[in-house]
């Protein structure tokens, strides 16, 4: 976990640099529960929604992370896929239940800018059979792009 929290702060100040480099503004808030994270990042306009989308992209798109296919995926993609699916309602049934336990991770809900230019990356970590699963989910509500990772890798 401590992992975890340090590498999404690395995640963080990367982000701040690169998007300061780009001369934009994004706020951000990050939201954990029992089953994940998820940030909601709030740009300054369409343009910055969408280099932003960009720059989380090519971040994840290494040797840690593999994209899955979306519109046509494998028969093994669509295994994990359909895996996800389900943790993600879990995720928002989490979120959702004033039962549960969200905790600010990141920012501050008082000074964050809503904005219409929103993007948010959604992480969910599954332990199945000693072997950590994880997703990661980013999805740019402007234009509606998405992209979903996954650590394991599919089969060629």
Known sequence: MKKFIMSFFFIAVLLNAQLNAQD??????GIDNSVGR??????????????CFNFFKEFYNDDNFYEYELNNPTEFEQVFIVLFTMLCEDF???????????TIAIG?????????YQLYIL???Y??????????????TVNDEQVLYCNIKAPE
């Open 123 to 125: 992480r969910i970590r």
């Open 24 to 29: 934009f503004n994004v706020d951000l808030i």
């Open 127 to 140: 332990a199945i059979d000693s072997r950590d699963i994880d997703f990661i989910f980013i999805h740019n």
């Open 38 to 51: 998820i940030t909601w990042l709030f740009a300054d306009s369409e343009i910055s929604s969408v280099n």
């Open 108 to 116: 501050d809900i008082d000074n964050v800018k809503i904005t219409d």
């Open 92 to 102: 928002y049934n989490c979120y959702y239940d004033p039962q549960e336990i969200n």
